[in-house]
């Protein structure tokens, strides 16, 4: 451990969520005398809350289905799906809810780790529990988020569950509904309903997957309904109540029954909480902490707030892990007087781990026609493709790109890899490769990122060609 001078160390990280801990290693690792404090799991919401327990009951669903799909392409398959094995799988992975593993990463590298509620006092100053700390170089905020819950009247009375909590769940419940139908919404309705849950998807919005393409929520709509789902967007949902046999919402004046709710409506950043106010930021109207390509604050005035660094959720540049540990290494660089480009969010990769996998980046069409791009559009389904109609049933997907004149703007990969094809369009928004080249490439055949070929061809209004006649007719 490295012994801080005075009272004060180098550095103190404020939540060990990625973002956070992935900076607290890197610098102690690196020499600092590195303070590095938690209010709950050193590692954040990811891998005990989000991310990780979520990807292994999606591995789980997406198993049943593709053995689901046996009959048309190999046979006979008798599933008998058990959430047991899941539940149990989900317990290895995040540790039993336990971060003893992570701290003594921490340790190991020569941080002091704290479990305690951190608030500011100072743009280099905390108090821990009451207990004050300085830094003599930085701060670093990664306080992330926490589920929200909408102000619907009745809610908060109710044991309903959030990605807390159902993350824990080990006897699935006859029937579920989901308030919220974003990335976090679709992918746990997925997975329970593939599981034999009757999952009602309730949104307020008018689409699902709003932040999406919109031949992607209506592609994804039809997937969940064919999953045996009920998926309503455009509700207004006026109350909640609970009793001993479940939960009543009265959705559009109509009730709606279930045994267990689960709220995935959004994050809260819980700006109150921090101690804000002692660096000149007032957070009563603001979601997230202001900062600036270096990801340093910005007080309410827009004056950087010397020795304040904000990464991650907080800051609301795209809630995803590798968003805070991409700013956690900008921040890194510049704590240890090493050279690097600012933070770019032109290319931020987003990825839904539904079946299929909804992954995106840079601009949606929408976004694109309201930066003032002339655009041009391509869309292909991944079905018109050989290898769409080689896998046969668990086909769907498409590819839609976004260009103006010679460059990419954006591009969307929904299918069973719809993930793992975002790569490339990932690597041709962020270096900027132009179309032409693009269309000049080789693709190897049969595949799925073979697809983005066809999907040039058809950029403009060009009738999209498949890659090779239908072999299956
Ligand atoms: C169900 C679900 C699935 C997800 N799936 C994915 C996915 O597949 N891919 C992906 O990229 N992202 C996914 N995410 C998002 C991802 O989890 C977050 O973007 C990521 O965890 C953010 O990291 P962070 O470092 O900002 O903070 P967080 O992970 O939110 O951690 C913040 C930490 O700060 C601590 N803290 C807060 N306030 C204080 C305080 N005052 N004092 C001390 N400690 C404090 C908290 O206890 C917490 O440990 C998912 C999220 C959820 C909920
Ligand atoms: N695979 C991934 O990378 C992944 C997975 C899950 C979450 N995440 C991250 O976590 C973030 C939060 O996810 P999320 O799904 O909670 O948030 P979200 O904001 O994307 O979606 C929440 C949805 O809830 C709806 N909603 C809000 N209030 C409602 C109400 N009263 N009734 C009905 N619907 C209501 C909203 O209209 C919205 O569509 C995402 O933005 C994403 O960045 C990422």
Same mark, same amino acid.
């Given at each position: 451990?490295?012994?801080?001078?005075?009272?004060?160390?180098?550095?103190?990280?404020?939540?060990? +969520?990625?973002?956070?801990?992935?900076?607290?290693?890197?610098?102690?690792?690196?020499?600092l =005398?590195?303070?590095?404090? /938690?209010?709950?799991? #050193? &590692?954040?919401?990811?891998?005990? %809350?989000?991310?990780?327990?979520?990807?292994?009951?999606?591995?789980?669903?997406?198993?049943?289905?593709e053995?689901?799909?046996?009959?048309?392409?190999?046979?006979e398959?008798?599933?008998?799906?058990?959430?047991? #094995?899941?539940? *149990?799988?989900?317990?290895? &992975?995040?540790?039993?809810?336990?971060?003893?593993?992570?701290?003594?990463?921490?340790?190991e590298?020569?941080?002091?780790?704290?479990?305690?509620?951190?608030?500011?006092?100072?743009?280099?100053?905390?108090?821990?529990?009451?207990?004050? %700390?300085?830094?003599? !170089?930085?701060?670093?905020?990664?306080?992330?988020?926490?589920?929200?819950?909408?102000?619907?009247?009745?809610?908060?009375?109710?044991?309903?569950?959030?990605?807390? /909590?159902?993350v824990? $769940?080990?006897?699935?419940?006859?029937?579920?509904?989901?308030?919220?139908?974003?990335?976090?919404?679709?992918?746990?309705?997925?997975?329970?309903?593939?599981?034999g849950?009757?999952?009602?998807l309730?949104e307020?919005?008018?689409?699902?997957?709003?932040?999406?393409e919109?031949?992607?929520?209506?592609?994804?709509? /039809?997937?969940? !309904?064919?999953?045996?789902?009920?998926?309503?967007?455009?509700?207004?949902?006026?109350?909640?109540?609970h009793?001993?046999?479940?939960?009543?919402?009265?959705?559009?004046?109509?009730?709606v029954?279930?045994?267990?709710?689960?709220? @995935?409506?959004?994050?809260?950043t819980?700006?109150?909480?921090?101690?804000?106010?002692?660096?000149?930021?007032?957070?009563e109207? *603001?979601?997230?902490?202001?900062?600036d390509?270096?990801?340093? $604050?910005?007080?309410?005035?827009?004056?950087?707030?010397? &020795?304040?660094?904000?990464?991650?959720?907080?800051?609301?540049?795209?809630?995803?892990?590798?968003?805070?540990?991409?700013?956690?290494?900008?921040?890194?660089?510049q704590?240890? +007087?090493?050279?690097?480009?600012? @933070?770019?969010?032109? #290319?931020?990769?987003?990825?839904?781990?539904?079946?299929?996998?909804?992954?995106?980046?840079?601009l949606?069409?929408?976004?694109?026609?309201?930066?003032?791009?002339?655009?041009?559009?391509?869309?292909?389904?991944?079905?018109?493709?050989?290898?769409? /109609?080689?896998?046969?049933?668990?086909?769907?997907?498409?590819?839609?790109?976004?260009?103006?004149?010679?460059?990419?703007?954006g591009?969307?990969?929904?299918?069973?890899?719809?993930?793992?094809v975002?790569?490339m369009l990932?690597?041709?928004?962020?270096?900027?490769?132009?179309? =032409?080249?693009?269309?000049?490439?080789?693709?190897? %055949?049969?595949?799925?990122?073979?697809?983005?070929?066809?999907?040039?061809?058809?950029?403009?209004?060009?009738?999209?060609?498949?890659?090779?006649?239908?072999?299956?007719?």
């Amino acid at each position: 451990m490295r012994t801080p001078v005075g009272d004060a160390y180098d550095v103190i990280v404020v939540g060990l +969520g990625p973002g956070g801990e992935f900076a607290a290693n890197k610098l102690a690792g690196a020499g600092l =005398s590195v303070l590095a404090v /938690d209010k709950h799991l #050193a &590692g954040g919401e990811c891998p005990y %809350y989000g991310c990780v327990p979520s990807k292994l009951m999606m591995r789980g669903a997406t198993a049943v289905v593709e053995a689901r799909h046996a009959p048309g392409v190999s046979g006979e398959c008798d599933v008998r799906p058990d959430w047991k #094995a899941v539940a *149990r799988r989900v317990a290895r &992975g995040t540790h039993g809810w336990d971060d003893t593993a992570s701290v003594e990463r921490l340790q190991e590298r020569g941080a002091t780790v704290l479990h305690g509620e951190a608030r500011l006092t100072g743009a280099r100053s905390v108090e821990v529990d009451g207990t004050p %700390y300085s830094a003599s !170089r930085a701060v670093l905020l990664a306080t992330g988020t926490s589920p929200a819950a909408p102000p619907i009247d009745g809610l908060a009375d109710t044991p309903f569950w959030t990605n807390r /909590d159902i993350v824990k $769940v080990t006897d699935l419940p006859r029937t579920m509904a989901v308030v919220g139908a974003g990335p976090i919404g679709c992918e746990l309705a997925q997975a329970f309903a593939r599981f034999g849950v009757d999952v009602t998807l309730l949104e307020a919005g008018e689409r699902i997957l709003a932040k999406e393409e919109p031949e992607v929520s209506a592609l994804m709509a /039809d997937v969940l !309904r064919r999953d045996g789902m009920t998926v309503r967007s455009g509700v207004g949902i006026s109350r909640v109540t609970h009793r001993d046999d479940g939960f009543v919402l009265t959705v559009d004046g109509e009730e709606v029954r279930a045994e267990r709710l689960l709220v @995935a409506a959004g994050r809260d950043t819980g700006l109150p909480a921090i101690g804000l106010e002692s660096v000149g930021i007032d957070t009563e109207d *603001r979601t997230f902490v202001d900062v600036d390509d270096h990801l340093r $604050v910005r007080d309410d005035d827009g004056a950087t707030v010397e &020795g304040l660094w904000a990464l991650g959720d907080v800051v609301g540049k795209g809630l995803f892990t590798h968003v805070a540990k991409y700013q956690a290494a900008v921040v890194i660089r510049q704590l240890l +007087g090493e050279e690097g480009p600012a @933070a770019d969010y032109s #290319a931020v990769p987003r990825v839904t781990f539904t079946y299929p996998e909804v992954g995106a980046v840079g601009l949606t069409e929408a976004q694109a026609r309201e930066a003032g791009h002339d655009v041009r559009v391509g869309v292909v389904d991944i079905k018109d493709s050989s290898r769409g /109609d080689l896998h046969g049933e668990g086909n769907d997907g498409l590819v839609k790109l976004v260009a103006t004149g010679d460059r990419l703007l954006g591009g969307t990969s929904v299918g069973p890899m719809g993930g793992e094809v975002l790569a490339m369009l990932t690597t041709a928004v962020h270096a900027g490769v132009p179309v =032409s080249v693009l269309k000049s490439m080789i693709y190897a %055949y049969p595949t799925w990122h073979g697809v983005v070929r066809q999907a040039l061809s058809a950029l403009g209004g060009t009738a999209p060609q498949r890659d090779a006649p239908s072999p299956l007719g």
